[in-house]
């Protein structure tokens, strides 16, 4: 009865949040297929299927870019770049880790045909850095790529 007693005192302490529930990290196997999930969203041409992998107020940067902060955000993040290349595959290349951190490392391939765009085709690798809060979705994801190469593609320059 006392277990019990202690058992149900747990419960109420971390409801309240008295008492810190940390969360297990995902297994390989499973973070393995969250990727390749979050790769084929990009591709999708489905920006709310991308905001769909964050926390409700989860934030997204870009390079030097102000955070984009909660899913409606992220959704006109991911909107820009698939007007943008209405062909766009990410390719999912590889995971690696950096402390607390996840990194997403990306290829992305397009041809610059939405509104205004060059008509030239880009090939550009980066990575994302993700923290990941209790219920297993993005809370916070800083990306990288190389912008310098990314404008040199994207206008021909040599």
Not at 30 to 48: G, T
Not at 81 to 100: C, I
Not at 133 to 158: F, K, T
Request: hydrophobic share 40%; proline share 4%; with cysteine.
């Amino acid at each position: 009865m006392k277990n019990l007693l202690i058992i149900a005192m747990l419960f109420f302490l971390a409801a309240c949040g008295a008492v810190d529930r940390k969360e297990k990290p995902m297994k390989p196997s499973d973070l393995q297929d969250f990727a390749s999930r979050y790769a084929e969203a990009w591709s999708s041409q489905k920006p709310r299927s991308v905001a769909l992998f964050f926390s409700e107020n989860g934030s997204l940067k870009v390079n030097a870019a102000a955070p984009a902060v909660g899913r409606a955000e992220i959704e006109e993040v991911a909107l820009g770049f698939m007007s943008a290349f209405p062909d766009m595959r990410v390719s999912f290349d590889s995971l690696g880790a950096d402390g607390e951190r996840t990194l997403f490392y990306w290829t992305l391939t397009g041809t610059n045909t939405g509104p205004g765009g060059s008509g030239r085709s880009v090939e550009i690798s980066g990575h994302e850095s993700w923290v990941f809060d209790a219920n297993g979705l993005i809370a916070e994801s800083l990306g990288s790529y190389d912008a310098e190469e990314y404008e040199r593609q994207l206008s021909g320059g040599e």
